[in-house]
C-alpha cells in the first residue's frame, strides 16, 4: 500500500462549489504539507502543518484552507471553487531531520487532478 | 526570498545520450538542495540530495554536486534511458524557510529509443 494517499484522484466541480480533497499517511510523520501544480510553474505551496495543532500558511493559501484532523490526516478545502483554482494538488508528508542540515525529504501523494468549470 | 532557476524544456535525447539539466538558486543562509523526478501520472519523489557544499548526491546513475561559489546543482547523467523520461524538479529548503521546499518550474525529458 502507497504511504502518501490522496482522495480523489480525479475531480471536475463547477464554480462556486465546496470541495474537499484528503490526504492520509502510514509514514508516522508529523510534517505534512499541500501544493499545487500548475504548468511552468513548478509546485507552490498552499499550507503546511508541522503538528495537530499548528497549521501554516504557504506561498499561496488565499482561497484555500484546512484541517489537521490527526497525526495521519490532513485535508485541503476550496470553500467556493473558482476556475484559475483548476491544476493539481499534492500532498507531501516529511519527518524533522535535526541532524540533517535541513535536508529533510519530502514523500509525495500521487495527486489529485481538480478542474473547475 | 528564495528561488531556484532551471533550465527549460522541454529536453528530447537518444538513449544512451549524456544529459545536463543546469539549475541556480537563489537562497539564505547554506540550503540544502534536491532533484525531485516526477514520472508520467505519478506524484514526486526524492532522486538525490546534497546538504553542504561540495557534497555529491548520486542516485540511480544520476549525480549533481552543490556548488557554493556558483550557486549551482546541476544534475548529469552519463548515459540515458527510455525509462528516465520524466519531468525534473530542482528545489532547495533553506535555513530561514521553516523547512519549506521552493521548487523551481520543472524540466520535462524525453528519451528516444
Known amino acids: 500500500d502507497a504511504d502518501v494517499t490522496q482522495t480523489p484522484r480525479n475531480r471536475i466541480t463547477k464554480t462556486g462549489k465546496r470541495i474537499m480533497l484528503e490526504c492520509s499517511q502510514t509514514?508516522?510523520?508529523?510534517?505534512m504539507y499541500w501544493y499545487r501544480q500548475d504548468p511552468g510553474l513548478g509546485l507552490r505551496l498552499i499550507y503546511y502543518?508541522?503538528?495537530?495543532?499548528?497549521?501554516n500558511k504557504g506561498e499561496i493559501s488565499d482561497g484555500y484552507s484546512v484541517s489537521r484532523q490527526a497525526q495521519a490526516k490532513f485535508s485541503l478545502s476550496l470553500e467556493s471553487a473558482i476556475p484559475n483554482q483548476t491544476a493539481l494538488y499534492f500532498c507531501?508528508?516529511?519527518?524533522?531531520?535535526?541532524?540533517?542540515?535541513?535536508?529533510?525529504?519530502?514523500?509525495f501523494g500521487p495527486g489529485t487532478r481538480l478542474t473547475v468549470l | 526570498g528564495d528561488s531556484v532557476t532551471q533550465m527549460e524544456g522541454p529536453v528530447t535525447l537518444s538513449e544512451e545520450a549524456f544529459l545536463t539539466i543546469n539549475c541556480t538558486y537563489t537562497?539564505?543562509?547554506?540550503?540544502?538542495l534536491f532533484w525531485y523526478v516526477q514520472y508520467p501520472g505519478e506524484g514526486l519523489q526524492l532522486l538525490l540530495k546534497?546538504?553542504?557544499?561540495?557534497d555529491k548526491g548520486s542516485n540511480k546513475g544520476f549525480e549533481a554536486t552543490y556548488r557554493k561559489e556558483t550557486t549551482s546543482f546541476h544534475l548529469e547523467k552519463g548515459s540515458v534511458q527510455v525509462s528516465d523520461s520524466a519531468v525534473y524538479f530542482c528545489?532547495?529548503?533553506?535555513?530561514?524557510?521553516?523547512?519549506?521546499?521552493?521548487f523551481g518550474s520543472g524540466t520535462q525529458l524525453t528519451v528516444l529509443p
Open positions: 507531501a508528508t516529511s519527518d524533522f531531520q535535526s541532524g540533517q542540515g535541513g535536508g529533510d525529504t519530502q514523500y
Open positions: 509514514k508516522g510523520h508529523d510534517r
Open positions: 502543518s508541522f503538528d495537530v495543532k499548528d497549521i
Open positions: 537562497a539564505t543562509g547554506y540550503p540544502s
Open positions: 546534497a546538504t553542504k557544499a561540495d
Open positions: 528545489a532547495l529548503i533553506s535555513s530561514g524557510s521553516a523547512r519549506q521546499l521552493t
